[in-house]
Every structure is written in structure tokens, then in C-alpha cells.
């Protein structure tokens, strides 16, 4: 932690603080007095400190910077520099997320409608390779008036979809109070954008055992979202997928939201989780998605999560962001060419015969 | 609703779709032909339409436009276009929040640390002239490992301070859990920016009588965020105050966050709801915090939220973001002038000898 | 300036580097030798030193902070802690911008159309108490295709309602091919937001004598800003007034950029120079400008900038930004019960008999 | 063009409207008749027209909506849906930028600093596969005080390293008093982020024969972006590349700025000229540059400009954006297997004995 004190700042003022640095906090002041500024660097244990909070401790104080980063559990140097997998295990066995392993794909519709629509959409996406079905039960709706999901219902058409396919079920977690029985249907839960800040709701799923996908807030800073997962660590979850999904700028004319695909360098070298990118809520178009997809995957990421919607009574339909069943096929075709070229495509499973 | 259809959409593609709006939803469609593009308008009942689910109908259409506000409730015409009021029980009486009352003041500090320092605060701030106590029991915290409020404790220390002094209490909701033993306390109950979409807070609060503080999430919409009170409004809750508190821009290098007070008159012509703003948060430092109390009130605000924060044991100290008592006191007489040049000041209570 | 160094750097790379420092640019280094991580805080001559090109000295270096401001001229500090004051000569006499005058406003149309709207508008805004016509010649347009303003033969309009009225013209300049002939009809050249980085015009008309307004660019950080009148007082002239006119953010539905007034008290710790408000584009909607300028007069700016438009032939005209006449009339009324609160009101003159 | 009507606009002032829109404009009105509003579609020739030119028609206007796309000859449709190619003529012979054509590579250092350095970068990246040496003359810098570049001289330096490799030279104008030396020497001129709104320097570059590189403004939308293509095209040059380096958004952390690649597909759909991802600015950060240009491949793009810059007296440098020789060397290895696999890297020149 480095503190700058203001130009003129007395020397009295300078002392007393470093003193109260030591008595308080048990750290170790080291000053350097330059031409018109005094900088007091402090060396301890400072963690946990709040920058904000030692700011209060003087008005002669201009700014306080941290040097360490603020999240430990999820730094990439706590797991010793390398990557963590996540293994989550799904009817079809186990599924490994993280940098040492093939792409996973997890797909299906926005919200879970009805058994058959839910059953033929994992049986499509998993014919196509997909390990995962994604499907809403509860969903978080900007109008009160709008479909809020099937809740407690949609959850035992997931487990359908589940048996019939062995797919692992990914789906989204809104209120603590339904934690218990989505979890028994969920082999991954989501924590939504909007909820990336509840930290009550961060605190209760870190507390409980079912890998947790984290969905990046739609204004999160990487530090922000990083802290978050910190929650989840910390309340003794270390199973945690880092999800981004768009991001709010200046310009929603064409992409509703930006895809920020930097996330995946960046994370790699702050955090040992693994990352998913989700390029259909992070542009809101379906004709944007498969090139989005490719970029992920050519990025680096761990694993992809794409809308497909079946519409099999409304055959022009195509959806803003969902893929019909067809156009995802196909655009497994082609991301098996970079997934290849990019060693990180899932290798034929030998059939005995 | 208007449906604008892309270049060259085939005629039966368009019969096709208005044949559907009208047995699907009884809309009427109308049409406009122009040079290149056909535009449908749809006439009835379309409040609650999405316009993404619209857009699904077929690959055609180009972009689906609402041309109603989604917002119904909340909305200005809902109430004849005229302000409503929020009146606020308190032990020194009924504090009305509105467009056609003084300005309230609410201040205290960011969250409470003891019984004597809340209790002194809240003599402090009423003696200056404040309405409202506010004060953290459960502190949302961007770190795991930071201090996280004293939680149920402290709603006691609320309530001592507002026993000592007759202020109401306003103080924020994290958890649906906790509703309620701090609804037990406060006379407002404050949902902030990390929670503005949590839509299963937003009900359970809804769903119960105490008046409700809705701050603005960091990076909504002025549209999130009136739909956010709507669920408030939909949930049974009519007494709702809408709190701008500093939104999130590219530039975070002086002030922490770009108070929005253009929200003061666009929420005017939208909404019925009476406005707080936050300068404090809104900055995120003390310095900037008392024009920008200055400029709300002369852009109109129905109240204000103000961070103070005693600390009589290091006479130096200022806080980032809040003001010491004497401060505060400072202020208060310089936002009178402003607020008796815009008619909003509180007149002094006739004191009966 | 300091060099944060990355854990486990090498003791010779930070000798070496310490070497570096001194040889190459006369630094003294002061070593902080922390848990993790070493800091070295540059004492010297650094205020014209790029964190960037240090950064590129070696890949051990995690950061370099900037402990001083990058500006100098524009600094409050360069001026002794004192506002500064433009002093612009107008034919109806000189007129003082800055925090120790009293309020100057600006008002005109957005373009010139025509000697009778420009001088007619001239007449009205000077009867409400206006001391400056604002009015493109040359304008900005996104569109090639968009009317570009009248160019040479506006700024003989412009003369005409100078010489008509007495009043100081205020114009944009987009070219320094033009400069020569609009310095011969402004008495403020203004430098609009798209032009706030074009570096070789700011040192063309940093070069010349006349005053000079420059507005923030849509998406310019403060800092940018100032470094921007940095440009022009390093060119040599002195006389630059600082105009804030709304910036970019994700919320443009109802408010088309988003006015940032927290620039007041923040522009007033860090300049001298002083600071103009343009609600008209800061808002785009003509019925949020009257708040916004009251809110800008209380938060204490030095003066404000308005667009007014007349259209007689269209009597129920209101135009998205622009007044009428006669609501300027009323706003300035308005604006004179907040300005004379704050101060800042000019004194009628007293008419000789 | 959509005119909606607020709630409650008088029936005459909708005749009246529609008459004007007839006699000033030649537009035919159709109206639909909602149950709260009115809209009226305008048809005919309404390309040129400013939705906020309408606007001021009428107070009782409540929002005009463009149906049509402002800009043409940048659009796809006007290139009959098929993309166009920019064709440049080198000493090495034309390079072809398009999506029917190989990817192009671009690579050099930010400034040109002396003789030895740019030849030697020149020959190293030719080596490695550019077929185009980036180089700065002019260069714009936030500070006054920083390196401006060493201007005409440089463009000398430039002629000698095309000289002696047979690279096309890509530099920056930003005066167009320069316009006709720096014409000389370049093979492609660019217009930087912060000039993409100087329409000026925009007519004047649109007026000459050399191809363009538009780089995407910081905080510009993409249909900003592309009407200052427009700017180019309706001047005369139909030679454009369009260049995306990174947006600004509210993290700038670790990433500088945010690259957008969804613009690749976005620009795709909308526009038939060639895109250019600049990894380097879009990420300020040599180490996530190789990742970002991966993904811009995958995503389709037609080229890639990347920062190179020897530092052979400084074995250990690395430079905040800058690759080394030796790490661009590498990078074109990896970049060349998702070239391969998108079937847009070029094939090895066979060479004749």
C-alpha cells in the first residue's frame, strides 16, 4: 500500500500518521520525500486494508494506492501459478472445465417452456456435442409484467431433459429460498449478471457444494467480478466458472451489449479459473454469434454457452439471439475447425462395437 | 408497437405475421409501405409485449420499436400527471417527501460503528436540521474480507438513536432474510445500486408497507430503473423514493462515480415518484459534496442524502466522501439559501413558550 | 513518479534500472522494499516523463504511477492557488469570465441561417441580459450529407449582428484554413468536442491572440481535458475558458449525453481557468435545459451557454435543444433568483438621464 | 422515417404537420392510429433527412425514427450485398485488402525514431510476413510536453526502410498541411482515433487518391464510424479501410481499452469495405495482443495492425504494447494455424530458378 500525502503536507502530520500505521495496523512505514510530495510506502500485512479507510485517517492524505492485488483465493498465484480444472460430474460422467482441457459447450433456450420443447433441445444439442443444457426456470425480466419463468416446475422438466439425455443441467439461481431444490436438479448454478453484487446470495451458494457459474455484471470492472468470486471461494466453494456475457458501452445500436473477449488473457494471467464466454447474450443477435464463437475459442477460452431455441411449428423463425437447432449443428462444424487448430477440440469417444 | 420489416420482405411474409399479431395477441396491423421498407404498426393492447419475443416471429423483421413507455405504474400519467407524495411516520411527526413539500435532508454515516458515535451523529444531524438518520447495518462490500456491517446488532443502535432523537431511520436491505427484524427499525428501507435488479428482493419488499428508498444501480438505464420500481409498485408498495447516487462513466480519476442530475427533470416528466440524490456517492468525495448538494437542489430534488461521520478522537480527519458534523452543520446553512431562492426550505417550527 | 516492480524481479533488473533512472534521465531512486513486491519512487525532475515510456525499460515493471499532475499552465497551483479571469473585449465593452465575476451567459442558435434570424435572435437574447451570441458558421455534422453551415458568408452575419448589437460573438473553428477570417469576426474562437484532440489545431490557435472556448470532448477523461488547454496556454495563449457540454454513457434514451456538473468543483480544485456550462447540448431536449442551468449556476460556474432559436413563421416550434425567445426571457428570470443567491448576478446598470 | 405523436396531439396540428412534411420535403404521410398515440410514416427520398431537423416541427413531436440507414456508398446494399477490395500498390507489388483475400499483416513500431531502427523493424517484420511497415511521423500526444514525433524527417526515414524491403508505408496524417509531403511517402494514409470526427481533414484526405485507414474513434458508435467512412467516399476516395483499436469503457484496469471484434461481424452485415483489428492500441498490453489477434482472425477480419519495436541495446525490454521482433516472429507462427484453418493466410510465393 502506498500512500501520497498532499504537496505542503507538514512533517508532524507525516509522523503521526506512520505512527498510527504501526500502532493500528502493525505496518512498517518507509518514506520518500520527493521535490514537492512525500509518498509513505507500507509494508505489512495490508490485504485486507481498505484503501478508502486509511484515506480517512488525514486530510493531508491525496491518494492511497494498492500495490497487491485484493483477491487472494482466486489469484492465479494461490493455486501456484497454474490453472484449476473444475470437474463436475453429469449422468454422461464427468465433464472437465479448465485450460488443460477440450472446449465444453453448454447450449439450449433462454427459459425452459414446456417437456417436449426442453427434451428435443437436449437431445439436439447434445447430438451436436454439447455437454451442457442451459434452460431458465426462474428468470430475471427488466418488466415485472413480463414471463418470469415456470419456477419450481421448470426444474423437474430440466430433470427430464437431464435423464432422457445425461446432459448436466446449468441453470439460473435468483432467490436463496430456491437454492435447495434447484440444486437438486442443477449440476452447475448460475449466478446471474444482476446478481453478480448480491452478496448475500454469493455468500449461500459459496456455502453449499454444486460448482457455481459466475456471470459477469453487465458494469463490472475484471477486479469487481473477481472479488465476487473471492465470495464464493471464500465461503468455501473453490468450483467456480468465470462467465462473460457482454458489457455496457456507449453503443447498443447493433450488438446489444460488447463482448469483451480481452477477459481471456486478462484472466488467465490474474486467476486460475476456468472462463466461459457466452457470445449470445454478449451480442444479442444470432447472426453475430458464430463468429463471435470462433474468436472465443481462437482467445483461448475454457468452454462456450450458446442459445439454441427449436421452433418447430414457426419454421422462418430464427430468434434475435437463439440458434434453431440447425444453424448450431452447423456452427459446431465450424468450431471444430478452430477448436482443432487450437487443440482444444473434444477428441471422438471410440464406439465399441 | 412498430415492426419494421427488412428490404424486400416477401409480401406473404407480411400477411403471414399480421394474420399472427392478430390471432396470437388481437392485435391490429397497419401498414406502411415506403420506398425501400415496409413498416406494420400494431394497434392494442401491447403494454406488456416484449419486443424481443416480437422480433422472434420471423427473420424479416428488421427491428421491433415500442412506441408506449413499458412503464405503467410509475408513470407520471398514471397518476394524472401530477407528483405524488410519500409520507413518511416518524417519531417527530409525518416527513412528506414530494414535489410540493420542503426539501428533506437525510444524513448520517456510511455504516454504524458504536452506540455512542450513531447516537451523537444523530444529534448532530438533526440539530442542523436533518429529517432522517441513515446508517449501514448490512454493508454490501466489494471485498469478502471487508467489513461487513454489524448486522442485527446495529439495527439496535438504529433504533437507540432513534429513540434518543425522534429521527426516522433509514437503512438498507441486503437480504430478503433480514426484512423482517430492520423493518422492525427503519421508517425507510433502503434497496441499493447492487440490488436495483434483484428482482426477488424487489417483490418481497414490495409485498410489505414500509416506504421504500430504490437507489439507482450504477449502470441502469433511467428505464431499468423505473421498471425496478415498478416491480415495487406491481408488488403492492405505492410509496417508493428514487435515489440517483452516481452512475459509472469512463472517467473514475477525480470523481468516483458522474452524479446523473439531468435524472431530476427527466424523472420529473416521466414519473410521479418523489427524488432523493446522493452526492456523496455520487462523488465520492467530501470536497465535491456540497455544490453538488447546491446544484440538486436547484435542478429541483424532493430530498437529499448526505454522509456525515463524527470523529471526535481524530480531529483531523475528513472521509473521502463524508462530512464531519461541523461540516454538515456549515452546509446546511448554505443549502438554505438555495433552497429558500427555490421555495423548498423547511419553515421553522414556531417554538410554543 | 513510481515504478511498482513485479513480485520476484530480480535484484540486479532494479539496480540496473536504478542505474538507468539516473543516467539516462537524472533521477535519484528511493527503494520500498515491501512483503512481495519492490517500489522505487522517482525524485526528480518527472513532470515531463511518460509512465508509459518508462514502463517500456523493462518487463519487470508491473506499473508506473503518476505521484504529480501532468499539466502545469493550466494547474490551479501554477496560479498561485488563485482563479485566473478572461478578460474578452465586446463592443458594448470588455466582459470578465471567472469564479470572482458574476455570471456571463451565451445564447444563439445552434447555426446561422440568415441575417434576419441571427441578428433578430441578437436583439432578444441581448434584451434578456445575454453578453455573447453563440452561432456556427462551420458545423460539425455526423453526416456529409447534413447541411455544413453557411462557412464564410455566416461569419458576415455574424458581424452584422455584432455591429447591430453590440454583443461578442462566439464561433466555432473546424479548420485552420479558416482561422485568419473568423478571428476577424470572433471575439471567442470556439474549439468544438470532436476537435478537443486534434492537436494541430489546438497549437494553430494556441498561436493566435483571440480568446478561446474549449468544450470537453464527448469521451475525454478530465485529465485529457486540461491537457488539451494545456496545448493552447503552451502555445501562448493564455485566455481559455473551459466548456463542459454533456458526455457519452450507456443512458442516451432520454437525455442525449449526460450533463457532468461534478466538473465544477472538480475543474475549480485542479485550474484556474474558468468553466462554462452548455445544458443545451448537454441535455439535447430543450425542457431539461432551464433545470440544468440552475443546477450549473448553484454548483458555481462562471458562466453558461444557450441555445436559443426564433421561428416566427412556425409560431409552435420548439425545437429539441433550442428556447424560443420568449422562454429565454423566462429562463433568465428564473436564473437570476438562483444567481443572485449565489452571488453571481450582474448589477443592472444604472441608465444616465 | 417514423414520426411518433405524443399522447393527446391535436388532430389540426397532424394535418398541419402532414402538409409540411408535403410542401417542404415532398413526403408522403401514412398514418396508424393507435390507442394512445399517433404515428406518421413518412415515404419518399428521406435519406438526407435530420431526424432532429423534423423534430423541431412541432412540439407535439415526441420522437423521430429513422428507418432507413443514414449513410449509402458505404453500405453493402450499394456495393449489390457483395464486399469490395482495396487494392494498394507497394514496390512488392498490390496487396489485396478484402474478404475474398488473404489476411494482410501490418507491423512496426508506434514512432519513428532514427534510421537504423525503422530499416532494421522494416526488414525483421517483412521477414516474418507483413506486407506493410506502420510508422509514425506525426504523432498525437495527450501532453504538449511528450514526443510529437520527428515529422517531415520521419516521412524520409519511411521512404528509406519502403526502399530498402519493399513494404508499403502506413502512416498517420494529422494536418492536412502535411497532406501532400506525407502523400509521398505513404502507401495507405491514416487517419487516427482521434481525428475520426475532423471533418474537415476527412473532406480534404477524401479529395486524393491514396487509400484510407479509419480508425474507429474512441467513443465512437459504429455508425458514427461509418458516416465518417461516408465523409471519405462522397469526397471521391472509395479506397477505405476501416480500423477498430479499442473503445473506452468504464474498466481500463489491465485492458487499456475495450476491443470490440463484434464489430467484425457488424461491419460484415452493414458495410462492403475491408476492417483492420489493431490489437495493440485495443489492449495497451504486448502480452494479450497475441490472444486478440488470434480471435480477430477467427472472427473474420482482413487484417491485423500490430506494434513492433526493436530494442536490440536493451536485451530485456518488452514495451507496454510492443512486440519484439523475436515475439512477432513467433506470433506470425500462431497466427498462421488459425489463418490456415479460416483459409485466409497467404500461400507461399513460389519461387522461380
Request: hydrophobic residues 45%.
Amino acid at each position: 500500500m502506498i500512500v501520497i500525502m498532499k504537496s505542503g503536507s507538514p512533517e508532524a502530520e507525516i509522523a503521526r500518521l506512520s505512527q498510527e500505521f504501526s500502532s493500528s495496523w502493525g505496518l512498517t512505514s518507509q518514506k520518500i520525500v520527493g521535490k514537492h510530495k512525500v509518498v509513505i510506502g507500507l509494508v505489512g500485512n495490508t490485504a485486507t486494508l481498505d484503501p478508502l479507510q486509511l484515506q480517512e485517517l488525514s486530510p493531508w492524505i491525496e491518494q492511497v494506492l494498492r500495490v497487491e492485488k485484493p483477491f487472494k483465493q482466486v489469484s492465479r498465484a494461490f493455486h501456484h501459478g497454474e490453472a484449476s480444472e473444475v470437474v463436475v460430474p453429469t449422468p454422461n460422467g464427468p465433464v472437465h472445465f479448465g485450460e488443460n482441457h477440450p472446449l465444453v459447450v453448454v447450449a439450449g433456450p433462454c427459459s425452459v417452456e414446456n417437456e417436449e420443447m426442453i427434451v428435443e433441445t437436449a437431445r439436439r444439442v447434445k447430438a451436436a456435442g454439447a455437454k451442457f443444457l442451459r434452460g431458465g426456470a426462474y428468470k430475471p425480466r427488466t418488466s415485472p409484467y413480463a414471463f418470469q419463468g415456470h419456477g419450481e416446475s421448470a426444474l423437474g422438466l430440466l430433470a427430464a431433459a437431464r435423464e432422457a439425455t445425461g446432459l448436466g443441467i446449468i441453470t439460473e439461481l435468483m432467490d436463496a429460498a430456491d437454492l435447495e431444490k434447484l440444486a437438486e436438479v442443477a449440476d452447475i448454478i448460475q449466478i446471474g449478471a444482476r446478481n453478480m453484487q448480491n452478496f448475500s446470495l454469493l455468500k449461500k451458494v459459496g456455502a453449499q457444494n454444486k460448482p457455481i457459474l459466475l456471470k459477469r455484471g453487465m458494469a463490472a470492472t475484471i477486479e469487481e467480478w473477481l472479488m465476487a468470486a473471492e465470495y464464493l471461494l471464500a465461503a468455501g466453494n473453490p468450483n467456480v466458472i468465470l462467465c462473460e456475457r457482454g458489457i455496457r458501452t456507449f453503443d447498443q445500436q447493433y450488438s446489444r451489449n460488447t463482448l469483451d473477449l480481452s477477459v481471456i488473457p486478462v484472466l488467465r494471467s490474474l486467476t486460475h479459473l476456468p472462463i466461459m464466454i457466452d457470445p449470445s447474450h454478449g451480442t444479442g443477435k444470432a447472426e453475430y454469434v458464430p463468429s463471435m464463437a470462433m474468436a472465443a475459442i481462437a482467445a483461448g477460452t475454457d468452454s462456450l454457452m450458446i442459445e439454441v431455441h427449436p421452433n418447430p411449428a414457426k419454421a422462418l423463425s430464427d430468434g434475435p439471439q437463439s440458434l434453431t437447432p440447425e444453424r448450431f449443428d452447423c456452427l459446431m462444424q465450424e468450431l471444430s475447425i478452430i477448436g482443432k487448430a487450437m487443440n482444444r477440440w473434444p477428441q471422438p469417444v471410440p464406439v465399441l462395437v
